[in-house]
C-alpha cells in the first residue's frame, strides 16, 4: 500500500484557512485517498474521501491533482475545536489502513 | 444512534496476567476492526473481522494475542501473560461494509496499562 507523507506539525489562527498536504508517489489505480481527524482521549473519526479532483462535504474539502500523488486537506475558517492530529492514509479494499504519526494542527485565539 | 462502545474505559494490571477487551460496534455493521495505539503514534491494525470470522489477523504482533467474534457482533480482545510494552489504547472500530474503503467509526478506546 502506497506510503503516506505529511507535515508532522501545523499552527494556524481562528478564522483563518488551514491546508494540510499529504504526498503519496506509489498511489494505485484502485486506492482512495482518506483523511481521518483525532482528538485527544477519542477515536479517530472520518473526515472525507476522495479518488480525484475535488470533494467537499461540510466538514472539509479534499483537493486531488490528475496525477494523484498528492492531496490537500482543506479545513475553512478553523476554530479552536480544530486542534487535532489529521492522518492522511490510502485506503484500498482489500489492504488494511496504515497510519502514520499524522499531522498535529495546532488553532490559537 | 449509539456509537462504537468499548469496556472498560482503563484496565491495570500487573505483568503476567490475562486481560479481555470487549467492543460493541454499531448494530448492523459486517466489518470489526481492532488497533493499538501507543503515545505520539497513529493506530496500528491489529485484525479485522468480517462477520464473525478473522479475515486479516496479520496485525497481531504474536501468540499472546487473540481477537473472537463470535456471533458477528461484540468482539473480544485477549491478551495472554500481559508484558509492559503491551500498554497502550486498544481501539476497536466498525464499518458498515466489508473493505477498508469503507468508514471506519472508532470507540473511545481502551487504555491498558501493565505494571
Known amino acids: 500500500l502506497a506510503k503516506t507523507t505529511q507535515p508532522i506539525s501545523m499552527d494556524s489562527y481562528e478564522g483563518q484557512e488551514v491546508n494540510i498536504t499529504c504526498s503519496h508517489n506509489?498511489?494505485?489505480?484502485?486506492?482512495?485517498i482518506t483523511w481521518y481527524q483525532q482528538f485527544p482521549s477519542q477515536g479517530p473519526r472520518f473526515i472525507i474521501q476522495?479518488?480525484?479532483t475535488k470533494v467537499t462535504n461540510e466538514v472539509a474539502s479534499l483537493f486531488i491533482p490528475a496525477d494523484r500523488k498528492s492531496s490537500t486537506l482543506s479545513l475553512p475558517r478553523v476554530s479552536l475545536s480544530d486542534t487535532a492530529v489529521y492522518y492522511c492514509?490510502?485506503?484500498?479494499?482489500?489492504?488494511?489502513?496504515?497510519f502514520g504519526t499524522g499531522t498535529r494542527l495546532q488553532v490559537f485565539p | 444512534g449509539a456509537g462504537v462502545s468499548q469496556t472498560p474505559s482503563n484496565k491495570v494490571t500487573e505483568k503476567g496476567k490475562y486481560v479481555e477487551l470487549r467492543c460493541d460496534p454499531i448494530?448492523?455493521?459486517?466489518?470489526l476492526y481492532w488497533y493499538r495505539q501507543s503515545l505520539g503514534q497513529g493506530p496500528e491494525f491489529l485484525i479485522y473481522?468480517?462477520?464473525?470470522?478473522?479475515?486479516?489477523d496479520s496485525g497481531l504482533p504474536n501468540d499472546r494475542f487473540f481477537a473472537v467474534r463470535p456471533e458477528g457482533s461484540v468482539s473480544t480482545l485477549k491478551i495472554q501473560r500481559t508484558e509492559r510494552g503491551d500498554s497502550a489504547v486498544y481501539l476497536c472500530a466498525s464499518s458498515l461494509t466489508a473493505g477498508f474503503t469503507d468508514t471506519q467509526y472508532f470507540g473511545p478506546g481502551t487504555r491498558l496499562t501493565v505494571l
Open positions: 492514509l490510502v485506503a484500498r479494499g482489500t489492504d488494511k489502513l496504515i
Open positions: 448494530s448492523g455493521h459486517t466489518a
Open positions: 506509489n498511489i494505485a489505480t484502485n486506492d482512495y
Open positions: 476522495g479518488y480525484k
Open positions: 473481522f468480517q462477520g464473525t470470522g478473522a479475515a486479516d
